[in-house]
C-alpha cells in the first residue's frame, strides 16, 4: 500500500467497524429491512420459490435482488453480516478509485468527507439496498468524461437496482459532449435486463415497480409530510399510519389525497426547471465539469425534496454527488459538503434509535425532522442558485477549480505496473 494512503485506509477501517457495531447493535432494527425482507425474498428466490419482480410485482427494479443473494453465503443466521461484508467491499472498491495515487488533495478530502458522513448518518448508510448503489455512482462519475460507456453501464446497472442513479445519467447525457455514448451504454444495459427478463419469464412484472409506487401516500418522512406532523402533534385532524401493502408509515389528514396526486407532477416541473437552467450554464459556455456536480446533486437533492417518499436511507444519495463535487472543487461545494453531514446527523437523531417518537409524533422528534427537511430545501436552493450562477456570462472558472480538474484528470483509476 502507498504510505502516503495508510492514515486513509485506517480511518476506513474504524469507520467500517464503527457502523458494523452499530448496525448489528443498535436499538430500532436498522438492519429491519435486511433482515425481514431481503432474507425471506432471496432465500424464496434460491431455493426455487416465487422471484420478486418476475413472478410477482415488486417495489424495486428487476437488479435489486442480485446484490441480496451473495450474503446468503454467510448462512441464514449470518445473513445480516453477509450484508455489511458486501457493502464494506464495495465502498472499499470505490474508495481505492477515489483516493487513486493518493496525490490528489481534493480526493483525500472528499473520501475524509464519505468517512465523515457514514459517522453522521448513522446504521442506515448500510442497512438498505441504497447502500449498493452509492459506491457504483461514486466509481462511475469519477470515471466517466474518460470512460463514459463504462460509467453509463454502472450507472443503468445501479439504476435497475434503484431507481436515483437516474439522476447522474440524466445530468451526464445534458452536459457531457459524449453524452451519446452514455445514452447508447444505457440503452444497452436496459436490453439486456429486459430480454433477460423475458427469457425468465418475468416481463409482465418487469416494470411492476413504477406501478407499485404510483399508489404510495405521503411517507411519514418526507418533507411534504411536515404539516401533518405538526398538526397531529398538536392534537388535530392528522394521524400516522402503517400501510401493510408498501411497508411503510404515511401520514392521513385532510387534503391528503390531492397532495399525492400533485407531487409527482410537480417533481417533474422542478427537474425540468433544473434541466432548463443546465442548459442555461451549457450555452454560456461553463465547463461541463463545473456544471455536472453540481447539476446531479440538484436532481438527486429534488428527487428528496420534492417526493412523496422520504426514507432515512435517502440521506446517502447525497454521498456520491458531493464526493464527486468535492474532488472537482472542493471550495464551491464546501457548504453541501457541510449541510449535508447536518442533515445525516439530525436524520440518526430520530432513526433508527428513537424511531417510536417521530411516530407518536412527539413535540422534539416532529421538530427534528422538520429542521432536516427545511435543511434539505435549502441544499435544493443552493443548488439552483448556482446552476444560475454557473450561467451568468461573465462566471469564470477559479484557480482551485483548474487546477482540481487537471490534478483529477492526472490520476489514474488503476495503478500501472
Known amino acids: 500500500m502507498n504510505s502516503r494512503l495508510t492514515p486513509y485506509w485506517v480511518i476506513f477501517v474504524l469507520v467500517h467497524l464503527w457502523a458494523f457495531w452499530l448496525a448489528l447493535t443498535s436499538s430500532g432494527y436498522p438492519l429491519g429491512d435486511v433482515t425481514i425482507v431481503y432474507l425471506p425474498w432471496s432465500e424464496q428466490a434460491m431455493n426455487g420459490g416465487s422471484i420478486v419482480g418476475i413472478n410477482q410485482p415488486w417495489v424495486y427494479p428487476i437488479l435489486a435482488l442480485l446484490p441480496m443473494i451473495p450474503p446468503l453465503a454467510f448462512g441464514h443466521e449470518l445473513y445480516a453480516v453477509g ?75 445501479a439504476t435497475w437496482m434503484k431507481i436515483w442513479p437516474a439522476a447522474a445519467i440524466g445530468a451526464a447525457i445534458l452536459v457531457l459532449r459524449q453524452r451519446v455514448k452514455i445514452l447508447v451504454g444505457g440503452i444497452y444495459t436496459t436490453l439486456v435486463v429486459l430480454v433477460a427478463a423475458l427469457f425468465i419469464g418475468g416481463f409482465p412484472n418487469v416494470l411492476s415497480f413504477i406501478t407499485q409506487q404510483t399508489g404510495r401516500g405521503i411517507q411519514v418522512e418526507a418533507p411534504v409530510a411536515v404539516p401533518y406532523l405538526w398538526i397531529a402533534s398538536l392534537g388535530g385532524n392528522a394521524k400516522v399510519y402503517y400501510d401493510r401493502n408498501i411497508l411503510t408509515y404515511q401520514v392521513r389528514g385532510d387534503g391528503v389525497d390531492v397532495l399525492t396526486a400533485v407531487m409527482t407532477p410537480l417533481l417533474v416541473l422542478v427537474v425540468a426547471l433544473i434541466a432548463v437552467l443546465a442548459w442555461r450554464a451549457q450555452r454560456s459556455r461553463t465547463s461541463a465539469l463545473r456544471i ?41 461545494f464546501r457548504f453541501p459538503a457541510v449541510l449535508a453531514l447536518v442533515l445525516g446527523l439530525l436524520t440518526q437523531l430520530f432513526y433508527p434509535y428513537l424511531y417510536g417518537s417521530l411516530l407518536r409524533t412527539e413535540l422534539w422528534a416532529v421538530i427534528t425532522i422538520t429542521l432536516r427537511n427545511i435543511g434539505t430545501l435549502v441544499l435544493l436552493v443552493w443548488c439552483v442558485r448556482e446552476l444560475w450562477r454557473l450561467g451568468a456570462p461573465h462566471v469564470l472558472p477559479s484557480a482551485e477549480t483548474r487546477a482540481a480538474a487537471a490534478q483529477a484528470a492526472a490520476t489514474p483509476i488503476i495503478k500501472e505496473s
Open 83 to 157: 450484508w455489511l461484508v458486501m457493502c464494506s467491499v464495495l465502498n472499499a472498491i470505490a474508495y481505492a478509485v477515489l483516493l487513486g495515487n493518493g496525490r490528489s488533495i481534493g480526493r483525500k478530502r472528499a473520501a475524509v468527507w464519505w468517512m465523515a458522513f457514514i459517522v453522521v448518518l448513522g446504521p442506515i448508510v448500510m442497512g438498505r439496498i441504497d447502500a449498493v448503489t452509492v459506491p457504483m455512482a461514486i466509481v462511475a462519475l469519477l470515471i466517466i468524461s474518460r470512460h463514459p460507456m463504462v460509467a453509463s453501464i454502472i450507472l443503468s446497472i
Open 292 to 332: 455536472l456536480p453540481v447539476l446531479v446533486l440538484a436532481l438527486v437533492t429534488a428527487m428528496i425534496a420534492v417526493n412523496k417518499v422520504g426514507s432515512p436511507q435517502f440521506m446517502v444519495w447525497f454521498i456520491a454527488p458531493i464526493v464527486f463535487g468535492l474532488v472537482v472543487s472542493a471550495e464551491r
